[in-house]
């Protein structure tokens, strides 16, 4: 009787541990990513995206994968004599309870010897690892660049949309 209840409280306390652990895996959401669109010969792209880190802990994203290049670099732009230059790193840290955005003229996913251009409307995977040991798998679409210093208003006015061609 005392062993089959020991046993038990054994299975028990091993099933709460791989639950934790799953949870523990999970700790960083990916927002709002997307590949931008390449035009034709350039053999270079990126990808962007918002991560969260829900943890306590601060979290890297330290290796990317796609299969649209040959490979990928984790870069980051910085200024030098007053000239935007793009610096390779070794990982992108998450702040605890944060969140850091990948985005043009900042941290970005480089996409070294493009197999094929990116095409607006197309969607391409993306692996990404952290050092957490989590890993997440996405599915990304291809967009144009979303350029942050245009108004709103002006990409929904139905004067821009009636120029559309479909
Ligand atoms: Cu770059």
């Known amino acids: 009787m005392r062993t089959k209840g020991s046993v038990a409280r054994t299975l028990g306390l091993g099933l709460a541990a791989y639950l934790s652990s799953v949870h523990a895996l999970a700790e960083v959401s990916i927002e709002q990513g997307y590949f931008r669109a390449s035009p034709p010969g350039v053999k270079h792209g990126a990808a962007f995206m918002t991560l969260h880190n829900s943890g306590t802990t601060p979290v890297s994203l330290t290796r990317a994968e796609t299969e649209a290049a ?94 559309q061609h479909h």
Request: glycine share 10%; charged share 15%.
């Open 70 to 163: 040959n490979s990928t670099e984790l870069h980051n732009h910085i200024e030098q004599d007053g000239v935007m230059q793009m610096r390779q790193v070794g990982a992108i840290e998450i702040p605890a309870m944060g969140s850091i955005s990948l985005q043009p003229g900042g941290y970005h996913i480089m996409l070294m010897g493009l197999k094929a251009p990116l095409i607006e409307g197309q969607k391409a995977t993306l692996s990404l690892e952290f050092s957490s040991g989590q890993r997440e798998q996405l599915l990304l679409p291809i967009q144009k660049i979303q350029t942050q210093q245009m108004p709103s208003t002006m990409t929904h006015s139905p004067q821009g949309m009636s120029m």
